[in-house]
C-alpha cells in the first residue's frame, strides 16, 4: 500500500471512531445490570477490566450449549463493531504509549543534563583527612 493510502486509511480510521465515541451508547449490554457509565473513558476502563472480561469469557464459553448467552454475545458484539469500539480501544492504547514514551523520553533527557555527582573525598587534600 502507498505511503499516501495508508494515511487515507488512517485518518478514515481516526474519524470515523471519532464519530462513533460521539454516539457510542455508554452502557454494557454484556455484565449483569446493564451498567451505565458518565462517558466514552469510564466505558473503556470497563470494558478492559478483568471483571467484564472474564464475565465475556464465561458467557462465550456456555454460548454453545445456552441459547441466552449466545444471544448476550451476539447483542454485544453488535455494539461493538457498530460503535468502532475497538478504534477507541487502539486510540487510547496508542495514546497510553505515547504518553510512556515521552515520559521516559525526559526522564531520559534529564539524566543526561544532571551535574556529575561530586564524591566528597575528592575534595579532601590529602589521604591523612580521611578518618
Ligand atoms: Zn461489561
Same mark, same amino acid.
Not at 88 to 95: I, K, T
Given at each position: 500500500m502507498a505511503p499516501s493510502a495508508k494515511k487515507d486509511l488512517a485518518a478514515a480510521k481516526k474519524t470515523s471512531?471519532?464519530?462513533?465515541?460521539?454516539?457510542?451508547p455508554l452502557l454494557c449490554t454484556l455484565? =449483569?445490570?446493564?451498567?451505565?457509565?458518565?462517558?466514552?473513558?469510564? !466505558? *473503556?476502563?470497563?470494558?478492559?477490566?478483568?471483571?467484564h472480561l472474564a464475565h465475556r469469557q464465561k458467557l462465550e464459553l456456555r454460548s454453545r450449549r445456552d441459547p441466552e448467552s449466545?444471544?448476550?454475545?451476539?447483542?454485544? =458484539?453488535?455494539?461493538?463493531?457498530?460503535?468502532g469500539v475497538r478504534e !477507541? *480501544?487502539?486510540?487510547?492504547?496508542?495514546?497510553k504509549d505515547q504518553a510512556e514514551e515521552a515520559e521516559l523520553q525526559g526522564r531520559k533527557a534529564l539524566k543526561r543534563t544532571r551535574k556529575p555527582?561530586?564524591?566528597?573525598l575528592s575534595l579532601l587534600t590529602s589521604p591523612s583527612d580521611v578518618c
Open positions: 471512531a471519532a464519530n462513533a465515541s460521539s454516539v457510542v455484565c =449483569e445490570h446493564e451498567p451505565v457509565f458518565t462517558d466514552t473513558s469510564h !466505558l *473503556l476502563t470497563h470494558i478492559s477490566s478483568k471483571g449466545q444471544r448476550l454475545i451476539t447483542i454485544y =458484539e453488535a455494539w461493538y463493531a457498530r460503535y !477507541l *480501544l487502539e486510540e487510547r492504547q496508542l495514546a555527582k561530586v564524591c566528597f
